[in-house]
Each structure stands twice: as structure tokens, then as C-alpha cells.
């Protein structure tokens, strides 16, 4: 089928959103469509440099990019927060115009919006009168008032930004009218699914948000070397932003018994880089804590298989990509339960502590931290049934799946999922 697929975010090279839309472009050509890619020039280079690498493929011959700008006042607009949210409108806008006139050349037959994954963002292109799949989408969740102490700026970055999501979802006819024109709309999370229902769209699913290539995954379980006589190597990885939760986690860690002998890697940088010195100092951590700054997205894949228990507590998040790649590595969990963790991490993958007041829930973090280094079967338990659940989300066979629902739902999308999908 002749797909366009709406990828602002997408980058061969990076993680998160940008290496999640490049994911999502190649596999939609590896099912056999022909694909047109509305994304940034941001990531050109990384995509241009990736298709030339693998031009004997035939898959990057169905791969057509499109590169959509904004005005010069927009990019710069970006530097800052509220900039993101103009630019991002204005791309969309940018987009569509884009898309009509290509729609008048290629007639597309479905349209697919991937990224950015928030639902209060929604997309133009419903007006392209075309089948339309949104998401997996985003947006639904809000941090919990009661770690409130744990985002530095909580005005900043959650009254403002719950402001705007109520402005785009109440006044932003795009929202409503690109869920009601849905063919179908992915959900990443139980927050954002009924927040979709609330707002008018017809058809919802509950999806994963994210997936890994074939080959990141490694064929076996990777054991990890035992216990005993070393400390618990803990690892946290993430963009330094403030709903990351690494104030969070220091501090939990700060409450773990001193007869438990541990050391937390931190690796990611980002706005609040300033302040993780002093969180470290605060929570009594100093001989016990290595800040590694900004590592290569592929050096991520060694550091998970060089620990025994993976630590985001995010205070907002669709679903963090990372929670994926350290099951994939075989990496047990240790998280708060809500949002898309709770939809999808196993029980049996790790530990979800409940939200809680900040002192019941830093305790039980600790807590969970003291019973993991007692109970080391645990943690291979843990690790070996994340491993075998992230083997369900290869990139292909998810795309494939959400492509198998949205044509049981419009037939006339029947041939969008393949063969072997199919039956």
C-alpha cells in the first residue's frame, strides 16, 4: 500500500522518540508498503548517511523522505520549552500543506502518525480525508501531586504544561476532530486511552509504545555474575529532566540499610545536570554514586548488561523506551506503578512500588532495594521473565500487529498487515 507516515521525531542515531520514528519508517517499508516520510530536517543527515548504507537492501528503496521546515523564528523559537510547543504546531501545519500536494500526486491509502506520540498534539492530517492510525499516542498522564518535592520547578514544568494540554485538548479543533476521524488510535497507557475515549475517538486500542530491532536482543538470557562478596550494581539512564525522578531515586537510596553494599551508576545529561552534584552530597551518596553524563546511545545496550537491577522512577512518562531495552537485556526493574509501567512491565519483570506520600514511597523503593540484594534468585527470576516478554516486541511484528487491528477494525486496510499476520 502507498503509506504517509508523520514522523517529526526521527533519527537513525538517537534514542527515545527520534530512533523510535526511524524504527517505525524502516519496518513499515519492510512490510512491503511504499512509504513517504513527513518528518524535520533535524535528523536528514543520520537518515540520508543510514539509506546509503543500506541501498543494496530493497526496503530502502521504498523509503522516500520528506523534509518539512518551519520559519527561521520558529527554529529558534525551539530553544526554549514553550518553543517546542510553536514549533511543533507550525511543523504540523507545514506538514499537511505539504501532504495535499502530495496527495495529489501519489493518492495516498492510509496515513499513519508516529511521533511526536502526544495525544494533545493530535495531527493535521485528517483533513486529508484519508484512513487515519494515531499512535501509539501519549499525553494522558499527570505526576503525582504528592512527589511534588521531587520536580524542582513544579510550576514550570507541570502547571504550565497541564495548562497548554487543557488549552489544545478544549480549544484545538485538530484534537478532537483528528481522534473523531481516526480509523483507529493507539493508546501507549490506560491514562491516555481514556482521556481518547473522553475526547470523541471511536476506536481505541491499548498498544506498547515502543519496539527494538531484531537484532538488539540478545539470543539468550545473559546471566550475571553472583552476589556475593560485590556490590549491587545499579544502573539509572535517561535524559536529566526533572519528571525523570533521579531526585527521586537518591533519595530512596539514601534510606537503603548501610549493610547493603550498592553503587548506582547515573548516565544522562540535561537541564537539571547543575543540581545532581548536590542531590548526591544530600542523600549521603557521594562514595556510593558515579554521574557518568551523556553516553553514545550505543553504549547503552553494554551498560544494561553490566548491572543487576534497572532503576527510572519517572514521575511522568508515556512509557520510557529504557524499561524495554533493559528487559531486552535481561535487566530486572525497579519503578513506580503508574502510567505505562503499570500497562507494561510484567509483575514478574521487577518491582512497582505503589505512589505513595514521598516518605511511604522513597521507603518502599528502599525497601525493595534491601529485599533484591537479600533474594538474588529473585533477580535472575525477574531478569529471564523480562527477557522472554520483551521477545514479543520486536519492531516488525508489533508494527505488523498494530497494522492486523487496524484492518480488522476498516477492511478496506486489509492488505496494510501481511500475510503471515493475517492468519
Known amino acids: 500500500m502507498r503509506l504517509l507516515l508523520s514522523a517529526y521525531a526521527c533519527d537513525p542515531s538517537r534514542g527515545s522518540e527520534e530512533g523510535s520514528g526511524f524504527n517505525w519508517l524502516w519496518q513499515a517499508a519492510a512490510l512491503g508498503h511504499e512509504v513517504w516520510c513527513l518528518t524535520t530536517p533535524r535528523g536528514r543527515a543520520n537518515i540520508t548517511q543510514v539509506l546509503a548504507e543500506r541501498a543494496a537492501n530493497p526496503i530502502a ?22 518553543g517546542v510547543y510553536l514549533h511543533y504546531v507550525v511543523w504540523q501545519y507545514q506538514a499537511w500543506r505539504v501532504a495535499q500536494r502530495l496527495d495529489a500526486q501519489v493518492n495516498f491509502d492510509v496515513v499513519h502518525h508516529v511521533t511526536y506520540n502526544s495525544l494533545q498534539m493530535a495531527s493535521w492530517l485528517w483533513r486529508l480525508g484519508k484512513p487515519l492510525l494515531l499512535g501509539p499516542l501519549g499525553g494522558g498522564m499527570t505526576a503525582p501531586a504528592s512527589l511534588r518535592c521531587y520536580l524542582p520547578d513544579w510550576f514550570k514544568t507541570e502547571t504550565v504544561r497541564n495548562a497548554i494540554s487543557s488549552l489544545l485538548t478544549t480549544f484545538d479543533p485538530n484534537v478532537r476532530q483528528s481522534l473523531r476521524h481516526a480509523a483507529l488510535v493507539f493508546a501507549a497507557n490506560r491514562d491516555t486511552a481514556n482521556l481518547a475515549r473522553r475526547l470523541g475517538a471511536r476506536h481505541v486500542e491499548l498498544v506498547m509504545s515502543v519496539a ?77 554514586v558515579t554521574w557518568h553524563g551523556s553516553v553514545p546511545y550505543e553504549a547503552t545496550r553494554a551498560a544494561y548488561l553490566s548491572h543487576d537491577l534497572f532503576m527510572l522512577c519517572s514521575l511522568r512518562d508515556t512509557y520510557a523506551n529504557q524499561y524495554l531495552e533493559s528487559m531486552a537485556m ?25 505512589v505513595q506520600s514521598a516518605e511511604a514511597t522513597t521507603a518502599a523503593l528502599a525497601r525493595a532495594v534491601e529485599y533484591l540484594y537479600d533474594h538474588p534468585a529473585e533477580l535472575e527470576h525477574m531478569g529471564r521473565a523480562g527477557f522472554a516478554y520483551a521477545s514479543k516486541f520486536n519492531v516488525g ?9 487496524a484492518a480488522a477494525i476498516r477492511p478496506t486496510l486489509a492488505s496494510l498487515a501481511p500475510e503471515w499476520v493475517r492468519s
Open 61 to 82: 528503496a521504498r523509503i522516500h523522505p520528506i523534509y518539512v521546515d518551519v520559519p527561521r523564528a520558529v527554529n529558534y523559537a525551539y530553544r526554549w520549552q514553550p
Open 212 to 288: 527494538l530491532p531484531a537484532e538488539y536482543r540478545p539470543a539468550a538470557y545473559p546471566p550475571r555474575p553472583a552476589l556475593a562478596g560485590r556490590p549491587l550494581r545499579i544502573l539509572w539512564l535517561a535524559r536529566l529532566y526533572p519528571r525523570k525522578g533521579l531526585a527521586l531515586v537518591l533519595d530512596a537510596l539514601g534510606k537503603v540499610d548501610k549493610r547493603i553494599p550498592f553503587h548506582l551508576d547515573i548516565m544522562g545529561d540535561g537541564p537539571v545536570g547543575p543540581l545532581v552534584p548536590g542531590w548526591i552530597a544530600a542523600a549521603g551518596l557521594t562514595d556510593r
Open 330 to 354: 535481561g535487566l530486572p526493574i525497579l519503578t513506580l506503578d503508574h502510567h505505562g509501567a503499570t500497562d507494561f512491565i510484567p509483575d514478574d519483570a521487577g518491582i512497582k512500588v505503589p
Open 397 to 405: 511484528f508489533l508494527l505488523a500487529d498494530l497494522y492486523r487491528r
